[in-house]
């Protein structure tokens, strides 16, 4: 199973970005797919996750009002848009797979199967 994560890059604050991620080897309609992210020198947190129905989203009060977790099941991609980037959105971020064991909402990194590689972003002010 692969998990890439691409369309991180340098903005500035107030600006918006969108990353994705594409999984391979993965039956990508059986699994929560969900972001994390890791700033310099802090422990990786939970940003966003989305049901495989895509009906369903959850996210960290962070974040909630600023981004918008989608999936598109036909390509088998995960997207984070984020809008209103603030410089202490500046992380990389991780998209992961959990598969579907009926439990909701699911935030907990240790609930996820499969993980990506990251892709930085960063929010200068």
């Known amino acids: 199973v692969q998990l890439q994560a691409s369309g991180g890059g340098l903005v500035q604050a107030g600006e918006s970005l969108r990353v994705s991620c594409a999984s391979s080897?993965?039956?990508?309609?059986?699994?929560?797919m969900g972001w994390f992210r890791q700033a310099p020198g802090k422990e990786r947190e939970f940003v966003a996750s989305?049901?495989?129905?895509?009906?369903?989203?959850y996210y960290a009060d962070s974040v909630k009002g600023r981004f918008t977790i989608s999936r598109d099941n036909r390509k088998s991609i995960v997207y984070l848009q984020m809008d209103s980037l603030k410089p202490e959105d500046t992380a990389v971020y991780y998209c992961?797979?959990?598969?579907?064991?009926?439990?909701?909402?699911?935030?907990?990194?240790?609930?996820?199967?499969?993980w990506g590689q990251g892709t930085l972003v960063t929010v200068s002010s």
């Open positions: 992961a797979a959990e598969q579907d064991r009926g439990t909701w909402p699911t935030f907990a990194a240790r609930d996820f199967d499969y």
């Open positions: 080897a993965l039956n990508f309609m059986r699994h929560i």
């Open positions: 989305i049901t495989w129905t895509g009906g369903n989203t």
